[in-house]
């Protein structure tokens, strides 16, 4: 409701100098000398510098993720940290919490602080070694983390989360802006009833923590030697659709064949993946495309503007969902 002419706020975007004053002092971490937004997404992410090193800022946009999702995340990351795998673990703040608050006037929003993973994003430069080196650490990242353990709660990468949620996002923002979304609706009914057929185990290995986000992008290199970091869609689901996830983007951007198939080698170096997973794997690939959609639909008029959502936008999502229906086990695998 406005009161007294006070217009609100959907996502507000704080001053650097604020932040670099209030929020990052109290983290324990060097003096900052600089703070510049790099990104703004699902989440606002500053470049914070100081005289021996730079750090990452990340500000959780309001009512995207609750603290204890945050949290989860967060933990997770700290646990695979202490375990000498090459994660961007957080930084903790001086009173030993892994977040702080910060009151925007849209809401609370909080804040967490990063290092700034070694190395560069290589995006679609990927080569052939990094990705069998990104594939053998996703590997590690699902076996060690079958002895993790949370009391906080994040949403389960299942059928429900992927699908289901997704098509209520992708409904209403199909309707809004007067396009037919009968063909996902199929789409999805038919990876529903594959799901099914498939019956894979919700048990561990098959079952169990996945990074969400796999990809060259959320990946710094230093040569060869990979750390990853954006951990934002991290949570419990099948294993094979984190490999998915990563062969999807691989295929949005082109990446490949054989850079593809070098991370699906790597991963089989420290675990080899059941029949049952490598078959669920093309099912996979259409589920994470669904899930993408409905995550670009869920932020459309808030960190993206309507604007964006051409014909032809949709005309390129419904024809990659059309390819991405004809590829078999022989074309990803």
Not at 160 to 182: G, H, K, M, N, P
Not at 197 to 205: E, H, K, Q, R, V
């Amino acid at each position: 409701m406005v009161e007294s002419g006070i217009i609100r706020v959907r996502h507000s975007l704080p001053l650097e100098a604020d932040l670099l004053a209030i929020v990052v002092p109290q983290f324990a971490m060097p003096p900052a000398q600089r703070c510049r937004l790099l990104k703004r997404g699902l989440n606002d992410t500053y470049l914070v510098e100081t005289e021996t090193a730079p750090y990452i800022l990340r500000l959780y946009r309001h009512t995207w993720r609750t603290k204890t999702e945050i949290d989860f995340e967060l933990q997770l990351l700290r646990f695979l940290g202490d375990r000498l795998l090459p994660v961007a673990a957080p930084i903790e703040t001086k009173q030993e919490e892994l977040t702080t608050t910060i009151l925007a006037p849209e809401g609370t929003r909080y804040a967490a602080v990063f290092p700034y993973a070694p190395g560069e994003a290589v995006e679609e430069q990927l080569t052939q070694t990094q990705s069998h080196q990104l594939g053998a650490l996703t590997a590690q990242i699902h076996e060690v983390s079958n002895e993790f353990q949370s009391c906080f709660h994040r949403p389960e990468l299942n059928r429900e989360y992927l699908l289901d949620w997704a098509w209520t996002w992708i409904s209403a923002l199909f309707e809004t802006v007067q396009q037919d979304s009968r063909e996902i609706q199929a789409e999805i009914a038919r990876i529903k009833v594959e799901l099914d057929d498939l019956n894979l185990p919700i048990a561990s290995p098959i079952y169990g923590i996945c990074v969400g986000d796999v990809h060259a992008g959320n990946t710094h290199f230093v040569e060869n030697a990979p750390t990853l970091f954006d951990f934002d869609q991290c949570g419990y689901g099948w294993r094979a659709f984190d490999i998915a996830k990563f062969l999807h983007v691989c295929l949005t951007r082109n990446i490949a064949e054989p850079v593809r198939r070098a991370f699906l080698q790597g991963y089989q170096t420290v675990r080899e993946l059941t029949a049952l997973e490598l078959a669920a794997i093309p099912v996979f690939i259409r589920t994470a495309h669904i899930w993408v959609l409905g995550i670009n639909a869920s932020v459309a008029g808030e960190v993206v503007p309507y604007g964006h959502y051409t014909p032809a936008w949709f005309n390129d999502r419904l024809a990659r969902l059309h390819q991405l229906h004809l590829l078999s086990s022989e074309d990803v695998i």
